[in-house]
T-cell receptor, first 115, second 111 residues
Framework: NAGVTQTPKFQVLKTGQSMTLQCAQDMNHNSMYWYRQDPGMGLRLIYYSASEGTTDKGEVPNGYNVSRLNKREFSLRLESAAPSQTSVYFC??????????????FGPGTRLTVT | SQQGEEDPQALSIQEGENATMNCSYKTSINNLQWYRQNSGRGLVHLILIRSNEREKHSGRLRVTLDTSKKSSSLLITASRAADTASYFCATRSPGTYKYIFGTGTRLKVLA
């Protein structure tokens, strides 16, 4: 049981390049999330997917797109990277029963630097 | 910004002492959760408290919640060097799947 996995672990991009961050979970969770973490800012929600086939914007969606490929996988795409997108990106998943009181499980993160 | 705030931003204590960190949030909530993040790692869930609960315990952790003040505190008793980490609160409002994280408290426990 690997939990939440993310690839790549590290990436350096030049301004204007594109890339996709991959996330997969093997816990059969319905909900998945993408966050970014900047120094002193905590985690900020970029996009989330409440269930397979749905995606919604979070607090900081500009410059990003997402795809919920199936129940396991949720990818984050940067179409034209900018230095302001230099950050650590975390994927998380959560079960979503009727009570809503479930913890999130986080991946190990992707450190992205845009020069 | 919707982010909650935590204080102190940083805390340094001796092993065996208690550590208290506070979280304030802005909207009504369904539950509040605390997470720990070791340096360079993902977040790990510690404890969840529902909006109708006032206090919860788990091992050396004690969480309180005051919804009238929109605040929560996390107490770690008899701290250990292994407790050195950043601690974040996260809130979820009713009817939403979104979580709002606080800015975190960096705890350093000196052996």
């Amino acid at each position: 049981n690997a939990g939440v996995t993310q690839t790549p672990k590290f990436q350096v991009l030049k301004t204007g390049q594109s890339m996709t961050l991959q996330c997969a979970q093997d816990m059969n969770h319905n909900s998945m999330y993408w966050y970014r973490q900047d120094p002193g800012m905590g985690l900020r929600l970029i996009y989330y997917s409440a269930s397979e086939g749905t995606t919604d914007k979070g607090e900081v969606p500009n410059g990003y797109n997402v795809s919920r490929l199936n129940k396991r996988e949720f990818s984050l795409r940067l179409e034209s990277a900018a230095p302001s997108q230099t950050s650590v990106y975390f994927c998380a998943s959560r079960d979503s029963g009727s009570s809503g009181d479930y913890e999130q499980y986080f991946g190990p993160g992707t450190r992205l630097t845009v020069t | 910004s919707q982010q909650g705030e935590e204080d102190p931003q940083a805390l340094s204590i001796q092993e065996g002492e208690n550590a208290t960190m506070n979280c304030s949030y802005k909207t009504s909530i369904n539950n509040l959760q605390w997470y720990r993040q070791n340096s360079g790692r993902g977040l790990v869930h510690l404890i969840l408290i529902r909006s109708n609960e006032r206090e919860k315990h788990s091992g050396r952790l004690r969480v309180t919640l005051d919804t009238s003040k929109k605040s929560s505190s996390l107490l770690i008793t008899a701290s250990r060097a292994a407790d050195t980490a950043s601690y974040f609160c996260a809130t979820r409002s009713p009817g939403t799947y979104k979580y709002i994280f606080g800015t975190g408290t960096r705890l350093k426990v000196l052996a």
